[in-house]
């Protein structure tokens, strides 16, 4: 079934005048992206061309979408801007609290009990605010929102970093905070930095062991984790057509590993037939009537460099398999040169699990391809060495892998299947291990592998690769196996080297589900009761923000300085800590506690300058707050890195900190911060970050004349009486000055609306 059809007709029928408005005011032909982004200009009419990575803009998306984690924050935020349903088609997805742990039954029930309070308030507030709910076990989000939503020339935000999957169907799809979520479903503008464009031309056509994954990681090891940042990667060329629809949203997905805004591809005869496959042909011939909207201007596919930002090139008849990590994505080996870099470096060679599916390789495609190598497995009479674990993506492909058989070949070959669920990916994995601390090795087709991410063991080296790659490593046992080139032997002595992996893109009979999750919002929800019990320990109501006070800040004592990488895992972690998402006092209970003290390289351990001695940062923190004294973060590159996670920004805004002080951010992170009300600041020289000692007072010069483009003083007092100055930059307009002067954005959409 194809939802809110007549929504994308309307994006349709606007979209030829408006690109030829802006091709004129632009002045040259434009790429896919532009056409996408001025087509969804809030001020209707293109009256200006953008500055790539200086203009900021106002967009109107065409939908929000929600995982249940971040759904809790977005909505108790949303509940308090005033309006009786929100403005755009909206869902929620019940995906993340599902810990995996025994199996795909038994996990859900147990979800189902432990957090039926978080989802009774959910399907109540999207009962109520017309928003489309989708039940636990219904898949992850953005497997459904593919699935479903996506459509080709089409804008949406969605409150996860990979909502950019939805590139794949040619989608603008950007990863958010719940308070920009909130903004849309108020029907306010939404601001984005316009972004730069980095063009990716693949020639050539992937064969034998490649796969759409290899591409994005051969693409992480060239632009590294923050090379994308507000940015947009726009793919095209002979080799992109090549590609299967769902093979390009595990392209997108990806891309957030590398920071970027989003990225997508032109709308084609394979996205034609996945809509058709998926009962969107509806919407499949409404695309093709505008297609020549829903790609670049040829002009700019002749000539790229002329057109884009940069310009990568990838031959995809030379690409090999890749495999990326340990601990950051962006560490990219081709399987040629794996093995030799395990013993080089001294990783541990024994592969303990193996891990696919999840939001970017839990297609039909990416099952069945891999499910080619189970059986060769099975036929062979080997069973895996490793444990290997299979998440279906949503209950559609589930249901349909398992009608085909695929589920029962892994089983076979000892494969246990969990739920359609996020868990394993987002450290709601319940690890089978004698020793949890152990340093030990594992390999997945999912994203993220930083340290304690999937299991929280620090000494768990998790690595990325296909399903194809992790399927094969996993029936070895053996990290330094090769598939390609490499053989086993079976039970009888024979030596066994593997197929190439066979699949089908499409199910060749079809999708098919029993009930694929969906619940619709009552047409009228002004009856329906949400409950907020007062005692709960997983959801809190919100107070407002503090106002700035409409001075400079003086006498901030410096909470951590943080050293090296710090994602948003670092910052507010995932795991145990998932179930109070809704909370946020107790949530807060997490801050920063993953991250590294400068001053001792121990995380979770700074001094309370009010007492001299060491403790946890949040409970120093609260030490600060009860005194009522203001604070300050300061950290390294690309701080919070990783996922849309807003808890990271709310957190220290909650506690107390006042300004975080860096030396780069990652973009949602540095946005999440402006809208709660917080100072998000960078070095302008970044040694600066060298000048700062462990018991220094911060004052913060300039606010009083705060404005786009200013610097600001920062005023390093020293225990020892002396002091030191130094400008800090910040990247705020008029807009995000004033939600730091009201104390947030949503203090404003508050009154705009009251």
Known sequence: MAFDLEMIKAVYSGMAGRISTARRVVGRPLTL????????????????????????????????????????????????????????????????????KTGAVEDLNT??????????????????????????????????????????????????????????????????????????????????????????????????????????????????????????????GPGAESLSCTGKGTICNMGAEIGATTSVFCYDKKMAEYLQGTERADIAAAADKVSEHLRGDKEVYDSPEKYFDEVIEINLSELEPHVNGPFTPDLAWPISKFAA?????????????????????????????????????????????????????????????????????????????????????????????????????????????????????????????????????AIAGDLCFNPLTDTLTTPTGEKFKFKEPQGDELPSKGFAVEDAGYQKPAADGSNVKVIVSPTSERLQLLDPFSAWEGTDLTGLKLLIKVKGKCTTDHISMAGPWLKFRGHLDNISNNMLIGAINSFNDKSDSVKNQLTGDYNGVPQVQRAYKAAKVGSIVVGDENYGEGSSREHAAMEPRHLGVRAILVKSFARIHE???KKQGMLALTFADKSDYDKIKEDDTFDIKGLTSFAPGKQLTIVLNHCDGTSEEFK???????????????????????????
């Not at 219904?138 to 969605?158: S, T």
């Not at 994995?429 to 594992?442: L, M, V």
Request: a neutral charge; hydrophobic letters at 40%.
């Open 728 to 754: 800090v930059n910040q990247s705020y307009n008029e807009n995000q000055i004033e939600w730091f002067k009201a104390g947030g954005a949503l203090n404003i959409i508050r009154s705009q609306i009251a």
């Open 33 to 100: 992206t532009e056409k996408i982004l001025y087509s969804h200009l809030t001020e209707g009419e293109v009256r200006q061309a953008y500055e790539r990575g200086r203009s900021y803009v106002e967009f109107n998306p065409d939908r929000v979408a929600m995982q249940d984690a971040t759904a809790q924050m977005a909505l108790l935020q949303f509940m308090q801007a005033g309006r009786p349903s929100v403005a755009v088609p909206s869902t929620v997805h019940c995906d993340h609290l599902i810990q995996a």
């Open 341 to 473: 870099a395990v013993k080089e470096n001294n990783w541990p060679s024994e592969l303990e699990v193996g891990l696919i599916g999840s939001c970017t390789n839990s297609s039909y495609e990416d099952i069945s391809r891999a499910a080619s190598l189970a059986q060769q497995a099975v036929d062979a009479n080997l069973k895996t060495k490793s444990e290997f674990t299979i998440t279906p993506g949503s209950e559609l492909v589930r249901y349909t892998v398992e009608r085909d058989g695929f589920l029962g070949t892994f089983e076979k070959m000892g494969g246990v299947v969990l739920a359609n669920a996020c868990g394993p990916c987002i450290g709601q994995w319940a690890r089978h291990t004698n020793d949890p601390n152990k340093k030990n090795s594992i390999i997945t087709s999912f994203n993220r592998n930083f340290a304690k991410r999937n299991d929280g063991n620090p000494n768990t080296h998790a690595f990325v690769a296909s399903p194809e790659i992790v399927t094969a490593m």
């Open 671 to 673: 946005t999440n911060l």
């Open 111 to 236: 979800a189902l009990d432990k957090n039926k309070e978080v989802y009774d308030f959910l399907a109540s507030v999207s009962n109520k605010y017309g928003i489309g709910f989708w039940k636990p076990g219904a898949g992850i989000i953005h497997q459904v929102i593919i699935e479903n939503y996506a459509f080709p020339g089409g804008m949406m935000i969605g409150t996860d970093s990979h909502t950019v999957n939805a590139g794949g169907l040619g989608m603008i799809a950007i990863g958010v905070g719940g308070a920009d979520a909130c903004d849309v479903m108020a029907g306010l503008p939404w601001e984005l930095k316009f972004p730069k464009l980095i063009g990716v031309k693949l020639t050539g056509k992937m064969n034998g062991w490649t796969s759409a994954k290899d591409i994005i990681l051969k693409v992480a090891g060239i632009l590294t984790v923050k090379g994308g940042t507000d940015k947009i990667l726009e793919y095209f």
